[in-house]
């Protein structure tokens, strides 16, 4: 069975540090993994997938299979970045998207 | 120009009742689905439909029964609710699988409050 988990219900960082948002899953094939991030007062929108490889926003995660993370980095956190977050993983060529429970994310001025 | 819609944002109901939630989106997309995120802010999956067919059903009451009269709408009928169906309902939409490297587009949410 797939599972997604995030350590971390609430994380806060001073504006300028270094931000990780961690993420492990567990699943028997090959998954797809997504961060999906929800800003105050808008809707869910994904912010970055694994497959694209991409920088968003400054943000990058890397897929570590061997220890089965996802974790979404930035180096310098800005106050915009103040959010909630959500780890979501999708078995290759599947319908649905498995979340995570959500990181809240507060940068500090 | 909204991608996904849906109706109303807010819905405040006694115990008992019957109601509804639309969702609509204008992206062409084939697949729709139906998230409910509890007071903990936890998102399952509740439905997935594609082409206006059933193919995601997670263990969810049947009280809950969507209903799909085209690829561009996808409704979700409440019956008899109960307190622990409080919850912020989330429609999306995506291309093919959404989860094969594809992304899914969000609703704003519906918050329902069953009193």
């Known amino acids: 069975a797939q599972r997604v988990t995030q350590p971390e219900k609430l994380l806060s960082v001073f504006k300028g540090a270094p931000v990780e948002l961690k993420c492990n899953y567990s699943y028997s094939g090959s998954p797809e993994l997504f961060w999906y991030v929800q800003y105050s007062r808008q809707r869910l929108q994904l912010l970055l997938r694994h497959i694209s490889r991409e920088s968003i926003k400054g943000f990058t995660a890397d897929l570590n299979k061997g220890e089965t993370s996802f974790h979404l980095k930035k180096p310098f956190a800005q106050e915009e970045d103040s959010a909630m977050y959500y780890c979501?993983?999708?078995?290759?060529?599947?319908?649905?998207?498995?979340f995570g429970t959500g990181t809240r994310l507060t940068v500090i001025p | 120009d909204t991608a996904v819609s849906q109706t109303p944002k807010y819905l405040v109901t006694q115990m008992g009742n019957d109601k509804s939630i639309k969702c609509e989106q204008n992206?062409?997309?084939?697949?729709m689905y139906w998230y409910k995120q509890d007071s903990k802010k936890f998102l399952k999956i509740m439905f997935s439909?594609?082409?206006?067919?059933?193919?995601i059903n997670e263990t969810v009451p049947n009280r809950f029964s969507p209903k799909s009269p085209d690829k561009a709408h996808l409704n979700l009928h409440i019956n008899s609710l109960e307190l622990g169906d409080s919850a912020v309902y989330f429609c999306a939409s995506s291309q093919q699988g959404g989860g094969g490297g594809g992304e899914q587009f969000f609703g704003p949410g519906t918050r329902l409050t069953v009193l």
């Open positions: 979501a993983l999708s078995g290759y060529g599947a319908n649905n998207l498995f």
């Open positions: 992206l062409g997309h084939d697949t």
């Open positions: 439909y594609n082409n206006k067919e059933l193919i």
